[in-house]
């Protein structure tokens, strides 16, 4: 069962309030949009395959949030996802990544997730092999006695005593106790590791594709044979090795692929960035224009749904949810080649931040920057807090600063923050000792920070 089979498009929306600030349209949309998701999955098999996802268009700012409602929503849904910046892209004939890498990539996320799930089915197993391959290098096991040895033994005192298997055994479960208990970790043994067998390969003789080049490597790879290397490691290194390795044995890499292309085909969401820098002026004449049209033609079967060739297989685009964004301040949605236009029909425009929004940035959103520091400083067993009247004050030098040199939405505080706290971080822990408890006052932000915003210059250097 998914989040999306218990999720409604309330509770998602109410989902991305926890770490995402205003932008209700915006949400909403994804919202619906991912609930639609189910609801297709859930339709009669002879009208799923005609129902298509509704792509969506975000217009905003930097820093309004477009990418962190994607990528949120991705994670609310446990689904593949792939984020890639469209100004990346090049038209056939320049140099330059193809646009169905943005496939590939969407692929090996998905990839990633499945093996992760399967890795949490069989971790129990996977520790009982790993338990038993440090005991071996810890303590070896004694070969078992045979009925005949035993035999002899008994008739033959002078006979190495059949009692040292029962020594050897208890001493293993001593130590295998001692493992449980977390009390042998810093101590080192011994083990084969698999050593990595992939080729770094050069080609001549002209380009060769991407998908082509995976092919030939994990062809070479696959007919030289695997080799083991030995390793001295601590037992928490050798156990975090070993579980990646037992855990992979115990995986059936043809279902984890089969998975991993019906989830990216069905769950799947790309989100192209920066897709007004592809969008050109129809000014006509040469130059960028004509190879960033041409990269919104290669965009196009993209995006209406077409099949792509993985290394883990044929992946269809059909119903993967297309989220693009731009800022749109130079060009205008209107300049990308109709075709495109018509496959994002859904538009988002994002609103600019404001003073308040600002102030609720630095107070609400579970990984608020308050609370990152705050918890950056615990770890040195320094209490931070913030006075309410102070990040009134710092949400409103963001804001000026943004409306006075360039607005760069929401990452504005992240430098303002950064300003105002690093003398403090650097005297940590020599000037100011653990156990010390720091208030930030209004009174302090505006000495760090109140010549800011009327040094014009000076803003633009340092923010």
Known sequence: MTNLDVLTPKQIVEELDKHIIGQHDAKKNVAIALRNRW????????????????????????????????????????????KVEASKFTEVGYVGRDVES???????????????SKKE?????????????????LVPAMPKVSKKAKAEAAANPDAMPVSDEELN?????????KLRRGELEHRKIEIDVKASNSPNIGVMGGPIDEMSMMNIQEMIGGMIPKKQKKRKLTIAEARKILMEEESSKLIDMDEVKEEAIRKAENLGIIFIDEIDKIASNRSGGGGPDVSREGVQR????IVEGSTVNTKYGVINTDHVLFIAAGAFHVSKPSDLIPELQGRFPIRVELQSLKEEDFYRILKEPKGALTKQYEALLASENVELSFNDDALQEIASIAYNVNTEVENIGARRLQTVMSHLLNDLMFDIPDVITPNAKVVVTKELVKERLGGLVKNRDLSQFIL
């Not at 990539?105 to 093996?115: I, P």
């Not at 290669?298 to 079967?301: A, E, I, N, S, T």
């Open 39 to 82: 609801r297709r999955m859930n339709t009669p098999a002879d009208i799923q395959k005609e129902i298509t996802p509704n792509n969506i268009l975000m217009i905003g700012s930097t820093g309004v949030g477009k990418t962190e409602i994607a990528r949120r929503l991705a994670k609310l849904a446990d689904a593949p996802f792939t």
């Open 102 to 116: 943005m496939v590939r990539d969407l692929v090996e996320s998905s990839v990633h997730l499945v093996q992760l």
């Open 121 to 137: 089915a069989v971790k129990d197993k996977a520790t009982e092999a790993v338990e038993e391959i440090i005991l071996e290098a």
């Open 169 to 177: 055994h208890k001493t293993r479960e001593l130590f295998r106790e």
């Open 298 to 301: 290669d965009l196009l079967p």
